[in-house]
């Protein structure tokens, strides 16, 4: 395959990758390939589920390729090869030049809430699409204020999903605003439900919280750029919200999370799942949004006091 007019090249299962490997051992945004200012390419591991390798070494820093490297991702083999010598570095262009080389993305640690509305599908089947689409319209704007209010950033809006992430930091302190905000997201869609017309239901929500690594910064084409987070912690989120009602928990952590609020007077109920792209279970950690609440009213008060 010959890459070239872009500066970046994204790997991956999906298909708005550039080069598709369309394999249950490749995640769904595996890796990226990210020309400097001479044009040498260099890999980046998007914090795959099972890793990228050069020349049978695991990277997990941007890596400059050469010629005759042999790129593996799990049974996949390329080996890499550039004809075209690298060309002089460009002078900078405009501030509003939208074709700018994308920045590096880095590996941050990041904790990761994945909130979604329960039911949802249902919910449109029965009401119908415009009433929806005036639900999710005055939804998306409060839920982003919820979110900036508890120190959070948001992501992305997928339909009745939210994904937001604290970065670095105080670990134990993002997992509770992270604790918080999935507590005012629900008690907000409660009382949404209730209020619009033609719904006229209390709508819950389910939420995930997970904490680790993952790679931060401007993802996508060179003239489609996105502040997001990508990496194994993110893909874990989404696969454990998913999980909230069939474990009849509001809320599930992830280990990395759940070892900052182990202990206290939180009630957790532990689980192993095996999700989809894992080779072995992993730990979650549930708990009831009135439990949270009780949690976080004593934590206000100790503070307080």
């Not at 460009?90 to 030049?97: A, I, Q, S, V, Y």
């Not at 990041?110 to 689409?133: K, M, Q």
């Not at 009382?191 to 209390?202: A, D, F, P, S, Y």
Request: charged share 25%; hydrophobic share 40%.
């Amino acid at each position: 395959m010959t890459l070239d007019g872009k500066t970046t090249f994204h790997i991956g299962r999906s298909e708005e990758n550039d080069i598709i490997l369309p394999f249950n051992w490749v995640s769904r945004q595996h890796a990226m390939l990210q020309a400097d200012k001479s044009g040498r390419l260099n890999l980046i591991d998007l914090g795959s589920t099972n890793g990228t390798f050069v020349n049978d070494r695991r990277i997990t820093t941007p890596t400059l390729l050469h010629s005759g490297n042999r790129l593996a991702i799990g049974r996949t083999i390329m080996v890499f090869h550039q004809e075209t010598p690298a060309r002089k570095a460009r002078p900078e262009r405009e501030e509003n030049d939208t074709d700018r080389t994308v920045s590096y993305a880095r590996k941050k640690l990041v904790t990761v809430l994945v909130s979604d509305i329960h039911g949802f599908t249902r919910l449109a089947e029965s009401v119908g699409d415009r009433r929806v689409s005036k639900l999710l319209q005055a939804w998306s704007p409060r839920v982003s204020a919820i979110v900036r209010t508890h120190d959070g950033m948001v992501d992305k809006f997928l339909g009745d999903a939210v994904m937001a992430v604290w970065i670095g930091g105080d670990v134990a302190g993002n997992v509770r605003q992270a604790l918080a905000t999935a507590l005012a997201i629900d008690r907000f869609t409660n009382e949404l439900g209730m209020k619009m017309t033609g719904i006229g239901q209390r709508l819950t929500t389910g939420g995930a919280i997970n904490t680790g690594e993952a790679f931060v910064g401007n993802m996508g084409s060179d003239s489609r750029r996105d502040f997001t987070a990508i990496g194994d912690v993110v893909n874990v989120a989404f696969r454990l919200e998913g999980l909230t009602a069939l474990t009849g928990m509001d809320v599930l952590l992830g280990e990395g999370s759940a070892l900052h609020v182990q202990g206290e007077d939180l009630p957790l109920r532990h689980s192993r799942h095996l999700l989809k792209g894992k080779e072995d279970e992993i730990a979650a950690y549930g708990c009831r949004f009135k439990d949270l609440a009780k949690w976080l009213d004593a934590e206000t008060v100790q503070r307080s006091g």
